[in-house]
């Protein structure tokens, strides 16, 4: 069974920085695609991020571009996101997911909540 | 990028009916590379179709996908009460990957 553990998250103040981490299981989890997606309180999805099952093609939505980075550690079955410079609209449940272009999110973990306030 | 608009916002039907959600793209979505994914208080979405009319496991037949270019739909045969929820489809063909702002189908 496919299994995304999300951890991480927190609560930081505005400027400061966290790293999620996402621990995979049940796939080869070299071969695939992996992205970040979050949700505001009570509002939609919003595609944060997405890497290549090498790492080496990563790609950002414009609102984090410069501040956060998506990685990787294929012998640890880990993703990760480096988020620094948070502000306030950055508050919301990140959710790692199994999937990215042109592969639809099969799979999705539980969310981690990140609340950036002063 | 593609924007994604999804109507209506909320859907009010009784169980047993039929649900239709539409999700129009302002530009064609390359490759049919369009999802649609069901969204419950408080917990993950989960991917119901993928490439527009695939549905993926596990996922009951009275849900279905259709079209292409830049309009989608996604059609709910005999609503069960577990059908209830927030519906967003997402096209994932070409970067920045992008999701409709949802469409709400709740009691009558």
């Known amino acids: 069974e496919v299994q995304l553990l999300e951890s991480g998250g927190g609560f930081v103040q505005p400027g400061g920085s966290l790293r999620l981490s996402c621990a995979a299981s049940?796939?080869?989890?070299?071969?695939?695609?992996m992205t970040w997606v979050r949700q505001a309180p009570g509002k939609g999805l919003e595609w944060v991020s997405t890497?290549?099952?090498?790492?080496?093609?990563?790609y950002y939505a414009d609102s984090v571009k410069g501040r956060f980075t998506i990685s990787r550690d294929n012998s640890k079955n880990t993703l990760y996101l480096q988020m620094n410079s948070l502000r306030a609209d950055d508050t919301a449940v990140y959710y790692c997911?199994?999937?990215?272009?042109?592969?639809?999110?099969?799979?999705w973990g539980q969310g981690t909540r990140v609340t950036v306030s002063s | 990028e593609i924007v994604l608009t999804q109507s209506p916002g909320t859907l009010s039907l009784s169980p047993g009916a039929r649900a239709t959600l539409s999700c129009r793209a302002r530009q064609s979505v390359s490759g049919s590379y369009l999802a649609w994914y069901q969204q419950k208080l408080g917990q993950a979405p989960r991917l119901l179709i993928y490439?527009?009319?695939s549905r993926a496991t596990g996922v009951p037949d009275r849900f279905s996908g259709s079209g292409s270019g830049t309009d989608f739909t996604l059609t709910i045969n005999r609503l069960e009460p577990e059908d209830f929820a927030v519906y967003y489809c997402q096209q994932y063909g070409r970067s920045p990957l992008t999701f409709g702002g949802g469409t709400k189908v709740e009691i009558k």
């Open positions: 890497i290549s099952g090498s790492g080496g093609d990563t």
């Open positions: 997911a199994w999937g990215g272009l042109q592969s639809a999110f099969d799979v």
């Open positions: 490439g527009a009319s």
């Open positions: 049940g796939f080869t989890f070299t071969y695939f695609a």
